[in-house]
């Protein structure tokens, strides 16, 4: 007997709703594919039953009010549910530990709790991020213990997530999706359910562990450019260039068959994926006897990006005879990207904690990001508006590049602050005018690599 795919009208159940999950079963659910969405949590379960989204991605609560009581979208904490699904995808959480070992108990819990009720021709697609080798050897064996074969009675495939927070929902809807099968059945099944469910292209690679691979390489590369680009600042600013001269002219040269592309500098690099992913790579591979130099350099880089930005402002306010420990700092931003609400591992954390180490008073502002969590993790309540957030701040430290801010009313805001004032740029990149604007005004402006 061997595995046969037959999904016409699929019915789907995604396990782990969290971020990665919640995002990819309300999309599905919106373009008419039945979803139940299964996570041990039922406080966040009791949540989405009201038609409600604690996770702060942009359109996602609004998009899980609109199909509040619909029966495309259902919440249920009892693994039951994925008996009478065709589809079975996982989302779980996967971290590290501090050697860069995954840890797998929560991918170990539900394989456990599918294979109790495991049926044939079922398909299960893995999206957590994991280790190379993870689908094959720990996965599958697992699901293989309800008396089940991979690629003979039902089919196992991972398909890596590769959402960036803050455009989830428009890239579950455009973006190409990677596909390795535990055989060809299971790849034939998995892109054919991908390419219907979300009309987007799909690219099958050889096996599970290619598309392993795929994914963490992805997130390596993106973590080590944007710590060449930190260090491309360091170095402009060491020369009394910007930085962004430096990126734009260099980003025009032809590359093979692309260009040079050097990211964007910043305070520092958060997230649940770039400050782990690498780190899985690095100790997957030490584990097979390969020494990866490039990932330890890169997360160090990264890693300094707080320290550097809270000397770099410091040194501006001596600079204004301004001494750090009498300064105030107003920080503007306080989530680890734009344009989102999500804290998760923000290095604007670090760069409070070193303000307020050498005795800088630090207030707090952020329209998007949930007051209590951002008390929680800081120990400042924020501000509830900019106005209270500046009032004599000697230094406005724009730390996340929100769209509110790119649109501050600069003449407005030298009423309120301290006469010697320091526009710290550490995500907006505001344009030449702009500065020069700031600096007619008699603010001091000062970027990262600028």
């Known amino acids: 007997m061997r595995f046969i795919p037959r999904f016409r009208h699929p019915r789907i159940a995604v396990v782990g709703f969290g971020y990665v999950g919640s995002c990819l079963g309300v999309t599905l659910a919106e373009l008419g594919r039945p979803v139940v969405a299964i996570d041990k949590d039922g406080v966040l379960i009791d949540e989405l039953r009201a038609g409600r989204c604690p996770i702060p991605e942009p359109g996602l609560s609004e998009a899980v009010a609109r199909l509040h009581g619909s029966e495309l979208l259902t919440f249920t904490t009892d693994h039951d549910a994925v008996r009478d699904a065709d589809i079975v995808i996982i989302t779980v959480g996967t971290p590290v530990d501090e050697h860069g070992t995954l840890l797998t108990d929560a991918l170990e819990q539900v394989c456990g709790q599918l294979a109790a009720r495991l049926r044939r021709e079922q398909l299960v697609i893995l999206k957590s991020t994991v280790s190379p080798g993870t689908t094959r050897t720990l996965v599958a064996p697992l699901l293989e ?40 059945d299971s790849a034939a099944a998995a892109e054919q359910f991908w390419a219907q469910a979300l009309e987007v292209p799909t690219q099958t690679v050889p ?14 590369w993106i973590d080590a ?12 600013a060491a020369f009394d260039v910007d930085v962004l001269d430096v990126i734009g002219a260099a980003n025009q040269l032809p590359k093979g068959e692309r260009h040079v592309n050097i990211l964007l500098p910043s305070i ?13 790579v690095w100790r997957a591979a030490r584990d097979r006897g390969v020494d990866l130099r490039t990932i330890p350099v890169a997360r160090q880089v990264n890693e300094a ?43 604007v954390k670090g760069v409070v904690d070193a303000l307020l180490a050498a005795g800088t008073t630090v207030t707090l502002f952020d329209p998007l990001a949930d007051p209590d969590a951002v008390h929680d993790m800081f120990g400042i309540r924020p501000e509830s508006t900019l106005e ?19 649109e501050i009313d600069f003449a407005a805001l030298c009423t309120v602050v301290a006469d010697q004032c320091l526009i710290f740029d550490g995500r907006i990149y505001y344009p030449a005018d702009t500065i020069r604007r700031l600096h007619d005004l008699g603010l001091h402006y000062r970027g990262i690599g600028r």
Request: neutral net charge; hydrophobic residues 45%; charged residues 20%.
């Open 145 to 184: 213990r309800s008396g089940l074969r991979v690629e003979h009675d039902f089919g196992l495939a991972f398909t890596p997530e590769r959402l960036a927070e803050g455009s989830a929902l428009a890239q579950l809807r455009t973006l190409p999706i990677v596909v390795g099968g535990c055989g060809p």
């Open 207 to 220: 096996t599970p562990e290619t598309a392993e691979v795929v994914k963490l390489a992805t997130n390596w």
């Open 225 to 236: 450019n944007i710590a060449i680009a930190n260090e491309v600042a360091r170095l402009s």
């Open 268 to 280: 520092g690099v958060g997230g649940s994926c770039l400050v782990k992913d690498p780190w899985m």
């Open 305 to 347: 990006m707080p320290g550097h930005s809270r000397q770099v402002i410091s040194d501006e306010l001596l600079k204004l005879n301004v001494s750090p420990a009498a300064a105030k700092v107003a920080v503007l931003g306080v989530t680890f990207k734009n344009d989102t609400g999500d804290l998760r591992n923000t290095p």
């Open 388 to 406: 209270a957030a500046v009032d004599g701040a000697h230094c406005v430290a724009i730390l996340a590049g929100h769209r509110q801010f790119r």
